[in-house]
Each structure stands twice: as structure tokens, then as C-alpha cells.
């Protein structure tokens, strides 16, 4: 997946399976089990979510996604 395909990607509010798997580059299997982890942190702190979706920006704080970074390839053309 390129910087700027995985830009386009993150910038949906809301993240399903598929694009958890894509930007994680793993298996169903494994995104379940973090989608899981992701969707039960958020209901202990209280949050109530969509059925089927995980925030976005959760997704990228727990896979660690270097936006600065993503856009910086695509200034420099990489």
C-alpha cells in the first residue's frame, strides 16, 4: 500500500474490518482480535460505538501510523 493510498484510507471517520486489515497489512483472524481489543477499551471508558465499527483515529494511535511521515513521502514524490 502506498503513503498516499494509506492516506486516503485514515482519513475515513470510521474504520471496518477490511480497512483494518489492509492497513495492518494482516489476516482477518488478527484484525479481529484487535478490533476487539480497540472496541472493548473504548466501551470500558464509557464510549458507545456503531456495530461493525472502530474510530478511525483509535486505529491509528494503536497501529502507531506516522501521518507526518505518509505525507512527507508524498511531497518527495516516494
Known amino acids: 500500500m502506498t503513503a498516499e493510498e494509506t492516506l486516503k ?3 475515513k471517520q470510521w474504520c471496518n474490518l477490511e480497512d ?4 495492518g497489512e494482516i489476516g482477518r483472524n488478527n484484525a479481529l482480535k484487535i478490533k476487539k481489543e480497540i ?17 478511525m483515529n483509535e ?16 511531497k518527495k514524490g516516494v
Open 20 to 23: 483494518l486489515m489492509k492497513l
Open 59 to 74: 486505529v491509528i494511535k494503536y497501529l502507531n501510523i506516522d501521518i507526518n511521515y505518509l505525507e512527507s513521502r508524498i
Open 39 to 55: 472496541r472493548n477499551n473504548l466501551i470500558e471508558k464509557g464510549y458507545k460505538l456503531p456495530n461493525h465499527h472502530i474510530p
Open 9 to 11: 484510507l485514515i482519513s
